[in-house]
């Protein structure tokens, strides 16, 4: 029996590789058919993969290059493309799957395979790619001494009805649960954190340094880098009063920035304070109450005619002299000028210009610049705010956040500062795109572990239990395949060593042992076996 499936191996090699000849070739010797030469070793080192290795399968079938998606868009046009076509390419070269023949008669027409419009699958060449991006925004949160949180994407939709027209909560995937509560999907992870924090009460040891990574949904139109779910990083501090927080969490950002290969001249942040549009406001007396709402209008001067903008403004009682004076205000790009009209007592002068001597501290001055017209379209923002944005101009904010010291008390709680960003998934994946900066993401697996008799697929079992206790990832052919196919699974999966057994070797307690890179091939005693 065992010479017989060595014999098998040893044809199935010549006939993979017809002229191939080795010295200690024979037809019964496993040995020799290892030892011929194979193509791929060259073409297809293996790449450790550590969770933040870099890597081309991603580099053309990205998740996040999906053409714009419109409204008009059929279900297979508006199909994601990239992974599908992707999927397509792979086939082609992958291995045969087993065609399962179905007992019915009548085939069911074929379900719509796309994902909701506006999400996104996440087969593993995409998995891989977030996979990665998520292990960077953790460690940088590690090397800030931030702790990770995480919070249910249903909640209580009041969590997010807030009253200040802003646009987000006319995003809310919201709905009647089974038990007729009212629910949304967070469209964001800000008030689920704030609930939180809020529930700890005075147990909680200020200051919480505390991320998330979380899934939010808004029923948006979609865009290159906006969709209807998303990913998003937050960093959040809570009890401290100054901007040394701001300062951290910028520094945190730029941390991240720079660990995929983005320096200051991809990418800035636009930074100013809300307190400059409090002072400004104050000169026209316009009631404090005001303030959220007329921030999320000022927010949307770039999108809006100045006669809507005005509009909106009047309808908040703010008078037209007022507008004037908050549009000029927000065309200032300097903090000289902001000195200039505000006078050097100003509490928005005097924070920002502390932000800025803390941030030459950090080394990150030449990413940031003030730019008043920065606001926000968040309601519950009270301080510094501020978003990063590529510097070429064809990307949506890459992340955004600021100062929130009054949001506890909107849900009924006690004050207490705090500030925070979110950072999405989409945006930077493009912006990486443009750059030519997505890592080279491969599956790979340490060891394909095969058996040529199935006799001896126990021994096989236990020989992958243990090196799968060892730590190597194992790829274990679950079913008697023909060596052609294995040599294809090896090369796909990048394998360091293919590990075979046949009864020759189930009789000495061994395994042959093929080191993919060196091409050298050695028999093993299973109990030496690392
Ligand atoms: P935001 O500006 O609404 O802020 O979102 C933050 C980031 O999330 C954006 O800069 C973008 O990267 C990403 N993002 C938002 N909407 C979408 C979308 N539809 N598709 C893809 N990406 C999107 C907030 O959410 C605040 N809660 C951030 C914060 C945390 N402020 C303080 N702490």
């Known amino acids: 029996m065992g010479m017989a499936s ?7 090699f010549r006939a993979l590789l017809p002229g191939a000849s080795h010295p200690s070739a024979s037809p019964s010797s496993f040995q020799c058919s290892f030892a011929a030469p194979f193509s791929f070793y060259a073409s297809n080192p293996r790449i450790p993969q550590s969770s933040l290795a870099s890597s081309s399968h991603l580099a053309t079938t990205p998740w996040f290059s999906h053409p714009i998606l419109t409204e008009t868009t059929t279900p297979h046009q508006r199909s994601f493309g990239s992974s599908i076509r992707a999927e397509k390419a792979a086939s082609s070269t992958a291995l045969k799957t087993p065609s399962v023949s179905a007992p019915s008669s009548k085939k069911q027409a074929l379900i719509d395979t796309q994902p909701p419009r506006g999400t996104r699958d996440f087969p593993p060449e995409e998995m891989r790619l977030r996979t990665w991006l998520f292990n960077h925004f953790r460690e940088v ?3 800030f001494g931030f702790e990770e949180f995480d919070a249910p994407v249903l909640e209580s939709e009041e969590l997010f009805t807030r009253k200040a027209g802003e646009e987000i909560v006319g995003q809310l995937y919201n709905f009647d649960d089974k038990g007729g509560r009212r629910v949304a999907l967070r469209p964001e992870l800000t008030p689920s954190l704030a609930r939180i924090i809020l529930s700890k009460g005075k147990g909680l040891s200020l200051p919480a340094k505390w991320f998330g990574i ?23 501090v809570f009890g401290v009063q100054g901007v040394e927080a701001e300062a951290e969490l910028l520094s945190a950002i730029v941390t991240f920035f720079s660990r995929l290969g983005l ?9 100013s304070s809300r307190k400059l549009l409090q002072d400004v406001l104050g000169r026209y007396s316009i009631p404090s109450e005001s303030f959220a709402s007329v921030c999320v209008v000022v927010d949307k001067i770039d999108k809006l005619p100045r006669e809507e903008i005005e509009k909106e403004l009047g309808a908040l009682s703010v008078p037209p ?77 890459i992340c955004g956040g600021g100062r929130y010291d009054k949001l506890l008390s909107t849900f009924g709680g006690d004050d207490t500062p705090a500030c925070g960003f979110g950072f999405g998934d989409a945006v930077i994946v493009e912006l990486l795109k443009e750059r030519g900066l997505l890592p080279d993401l491969p599956h790979v697996v340490d060891d394909v572990l095969v058996t040529l008799d199935e006799e001896c697929r126990p021994m096989l079992n236990s020989v992958a239990a243990k090196l799968r206790a060892a730590g190597r990832s194992v790829e274990l052919v ?4 023909k060596m052609k196919w294995v040599f294809k699974r090896v090369e796909q999966v990048g394998a360091s060593r293919l590990i075979v057994i046949g009864s ?8 042959k042992v093929k080191d993919l890179a060196t091409r050298e091939e050695t028999l093993v005693m299973i109990k030496d076996l690392v």
């Open 321 to 397: 002299e007022a507008v004037t004076g908050i549009l000029q205000a927000l065309t200032l790009k300097s903090l000289s000028g902001l000195e200039d009209l505000l006078g050097a007592d100003s509490d928005a002068v005097r924070e920002l210009k502390q932000l800025f001597a803390l941030a030459d501290g950090y080394g990150i001055a030449d990413w940031l610049q003030f730019d008043a017209s920065v606001v926000r379209g968040l309601a519950y923002y009270t301080g510094v705010v501020f978003e990063a944005f590529d510097r070429e101009g064809k990307l949506r904010a």
């Open 478 to 481: 679950l079913e008697s395949k």
């Open 214 to 236: 979380g899934q939010c949904w808004r029923y948006e139109r979609t865009t290159r880098g906006r969709r209807r779910e998303h990913y998003q990083w937050n960093m959040d």
């Open 263 to 271: 320096t200051a001249k991809d990418v800035g942040f636009r930074v």
């Open 6 to 12: 060595n014999a098998r191996l040893a044809d199935s």
């Open 141 to 143: 949160s590690r090397l």
């Open 504 to 511: 020759d070797e189930a009789a000495q307690e061994a395994v």
